[in-house]
């Protein structure tokens, strides 16, 4: 069972960059997806990105495209979310999911990610 622990949260101003990792207790087998979501109060879990291990392919949610970089580390037990040109209605809290073998047009679905961290709090703020 993969357990994923967020950090890299905290108060930045507009414009400004943050660096999200979520580690996970083992090393992310090929069969995962890992994805990023957030929550803001009172709204819905969103898509933000997401990393299929067993190609490395990406894909990211329209608000954030071109400023979000995901990416994992070689060992396979961490993924990274590089957040650039930060808005304040990027302020929320960030969680990390993974799940295991998702069909590609199920990944933007939370539902379908079975293991979760306790999410990151991002607050964009002048």
């Known amino acids: 069972q993969v357990q994923l622990v967020e950090s890299g949260g905290g108060l930045v101003q507009p414009g400004d960059s943050l660096r999200l990792s979520c580690a996970a207790s083992e090393r992310i087998s090929s069969s995962y997806t890992v994805g990023w979501f957030r929550q803001a109060p009172g709204k819905e879990r969103e898509f933000v990105a997401v990393?299929?291990?067993?190609?490395?392919?990406?894909h990211y949610g329209d608000s954030v495209k071109g400023r979000f970089t995901i990416s994992r580390n070689n060992a396979k037990d961490s993924v990274f979310l590089q957040m650039n040109s930060l808005k304040t209605e990027d302020t929320a809290v960030y969680y990390c999911?993974?799940?295991?073998?998702?069909?590609?047009?199920?990944?933007?679905?939370?539902?379908?990610?079975?293991?979760w961290g306790q999410g990151t709090q991002v607050t964009v703020s002048s």
């Open positions: 999911g993974a799940g295991r073998n998702l069909i590609w047009s199920s990944i933007w679905d939370p539902s379908r990610y079975g293991y």
């Open positions: 990393i299929r291990f067993s190609a490395g392919t990406s």
